[in-house]
């Protein structure tokens, strides 16, 4: 009925009704409690009102009620007191009608609310009133009613009239998290700030930032990045954008492995555990835990409002191979390992957060061994692979929520696959580890899920593609935060038909006639045939096509290189160089078209410096064969005489 990401959770439609704002139609928000972000979020998603004060609603003290959404709204606002706010003003968008936002139950409900069977409205859940020309959205909480605006900017979004219909909306995952990951390449400062109204359009009210070198250090300036590092003013931009966006942000801050940005420097490569462990820190030593304990206190100072902050502690390989550690912990990684994280653990709770680290570890750790790890602290499981989630972490969840230990999840929007040279997501193994990873936070009652999305392998690896081509997989996992208990189902039946229409515009029909039969893992692929049709995010979908066009001559230049070895055994065949010949120009021409177009996309979403880092990282290998391969045999040379014009005559 309704084409909205999520997908909402109930709709019940008002037969023979539609709904269809107009210049002067009503917009009602009630919830229990004044939050300023909501006249700002009003004014963002619906452009051109203007806030001045007016009589709208008898002021009357807030009792909640058992149904508060039933006795917090009406459909006719009562005169009398004081208590609510409504816009006035020319219609500048389409979207400018008159709103008003009540704090406390304004009026007795005895209208459409009634019709929908509910006992109350959760936490950040929302009821949605459609009829006539009236919008009415009630919440118990500010970031219910966000949500609320959210859905209808979506509906309207889709073009008027609309049925008429009560929708009752709420998150089954209390923590619906995605990621940034700075350590390779990332887009432009400005676009991290502009991606939280994307994703709280999904409603995700988290977002996990990988800072690596990034960060705005002031006590370890030596290591933020020289060029890419964020301006403090850049970083509180950052932070603004979540808050208004009802987004905490989690800060991850490694502290045992995966730091070569640190040990990588002469003046710490002294700490590693190992000297061939670039990444992984020694617990033994004095010194490794005094430099983490002060990365983590300016991690947590510039990030005051975060409940969380995350310590890493994933894929220490090199665990317990030192000299000091195997005489300290008598040869035992997971001692060693749960000796310094508690260390970790009790120093994070002293700065007011509460600690998350990785499982992997904590996965080859007895009983006995897991009782002693400190219950402060929570644990966010991944696992990206494989047909087995459920038996993969529920065994290891179980043990630790018997401890009293919080567990989230994590599965991935964008990661190795198994294919590091990936230019957009995996699609179709995105989705089943996102459904599956669904049905067991579900099961095990978890405190929320994270849609990892990493640039790369590791800071050291090859980019995957760049952040904006996961969209895709990041609204699919929303969708499945939102909806856990319909994993798998209906819900997400042709999700790709429903972010088609929200995020590129492109109706169902449309896709149909363009694509014929396609379900959701025929997004990357079918995106050359419905550029054309796409209205909205065009550039992301120009990105991806660019994408799909690279890997087209990418792969018919494998062609070239799996042939070129019949020029050594025939080498003075006409025939076989003439094949060769063909075969190189048109894989040549198809890759120089792709090189133009990927690098225009490229400069649209990041730095001209880290564009040139992801070309050089598809393209090296292709110029180097033809320097030091096709160059000698004359095929290079044959190809730019075509290109210049000159027959040899």
């Known amino acids: 009925m309704f084409t909205t990401l999520p997908l909402v959770q109930r709709v019940l439609p008002r037969e023979g009704e539609t709904y269809e704002p107009a210049s002067n139609s009503p917009m009602i928000l009630t919830a229990a409690e004044p939050d300023e972000r909501l006249a700002e979020a009003v004014r963002r998603l619906f452009p051109g009102a203007m806030l001045e004060e007016k009589s709208l609603a008898v002021a009357i003290p807030w009792q909640a009620p058992e149904d508060a959404f039933a006795e917090a709204m009406t ?20 979207y400018a009608f008159p709103y008003s936002i009540q704090w406390g139950p304004g009026t007795d409900m005895d209208g459409p609310a009634e019709t929908v069977k509910l006992e109350g409205v959760p936490r950040e859940g929302y009821r949605l009133i459609l009829s006539g020309s009236t919008a009415l959205i009630g919440a118990n909480d500010a970031a219910g009613l966000f949500y609320g605006l959210q859905t209808l900017r979506q509906l309207l979004d889709q073009g008027a009239p609309l049925p008429a219909a009560d929708i009752a909306d709420w998150p ?64 509180d931009a950052l932070l603004d954008a979540a808050q208004r966006n009802f ?19 002469d003046e710490y490569r002294h700490l590693r555990e190992t000297e061939a462990s670039t990444g992984e820190l020694c617990p033994s030593r004095p010194e490794s835990f005094a ?14 409002r975060s409940r969380y902050l995350h310590l890493g502690c994933d894929e220490v390989y090199s665990l317990c191979e030192c000299p000091a550690c195997r005489e300290a912990f008598g040869g035992s ?8 994280v508690n260390r970790l653990i009790g120093f994070a709770c002293s700065l007011g957060k509460k600690p998350i680290i990785w499982q992997d570890i904590l996965a080859a750790c007895s009983d006995e061994e897991l009782r002693d790890l400190d219950p402060r602290v929570a644990v966010m499981i991944w696992h990206y692979n494989g047909k087995n989630i459920d038996r993969l972490v529920s065994p290891l969840a179980s043990r630790l929520r018997g401890l009293g230990i919080e567990v989230i999840g994590a599965p991935s929007v964008r990661c190795f696959d198994r294919k590091d040279d990936q230019n957009y997501p995996l699609a179709q193994e995105r989705i089943d580890n996102i459904e599956q990873w669904a049905r067991v936070a579900a099961e095990q009652n978890m405190a929320g899920l994270v849609g990892t999305n990493w640039t790369a392998v590791f800071s050291l690896g090859v980019p995957y593609g760049i952040f904006e081509t996961s969209w895709y997989t990041s609204a699919y996992f929303a969708d499945a935060a939102w909806n856990l208990k319909r994993s798998g189902g209906w819900s997400r039946r042709r999700f790709i038909d429903r972010f088609l229409h929200v995020f590129h515009g492109i109706r169902p029909k449309t896709a149909e006639a363009l694509l014929g039969r396609h379900d959701d893992a025929d997004y990357y692929a079918s995106m050359p045939k419905l550029l054309d049709a796409a209205v909205r995010n065009r550039e992301t979908a120009s990105l991806i096509a660019a994408m799909v066009d690279f890997e087209t001559a990418a792969d018919r230049s494998r062609t070239i290189h799996k042939y070129v070895y019949r020029w050594r055994l025939f080498p003075g065949s006409e025939p076989e160089r003439r094949s060769l010949t063909n075969n190189y120009r048109i894989t040549r021409a198809g890759l120089r078209r792709a090189r133009a177009r990927m690098e225009a996309a490229l400069k649209t979403f990041q730095p001209a410096d880290m564009a040139e880092h992801y070309l050089l990282s598809r393209f090296y290998l292709h110029d180097f064969l033809d320097e030091t391969l096709y160059r000698p045999m004359g095929l290079t040379e044959a190809e730019e005489r075509d290109e210049s014009g000159d027959n040899g005559a």
């Open 333 to 340: 990684r997971n001692r060693a390992f749960l000796s310094f």
């Open 291 to 304: 430099l983490v304990c002060g990365l983590l206190e300016e991690m947590a100072a510039r990030h005051p």
């Open 75 to 94: 459909e006719e606002v009562q005169s009398g007191g004081s208590f609510g706010k409504e816009v006035t003003g020319e219609v500048q968008s389409g």
């Open 172 to 235: 089954d995952a209390p923590l619906r998290c995605l990621n940034y990951d700075l350590r390779q390449t990332f887009s432009k400062p400005e676009l991290l700030v502009e991606y939280m109204d994307t994703m709280a359009a999904f409603k995700t009210n988290a977002l996990l930032i990988e800072y690596e070198d990034k960060f705005p250090f002031a006590r370890h300036r030596d290591l933020a990045h020289p060029r890419h590092a964020l301006t403090d003013e850049r970083l």
């Open 247 to 265: 987004i905490e942000v989690i800060p991850l801050q490694q502290t045992f492995g995966h730091l070569e940005y640190v040990l990588g420097r």
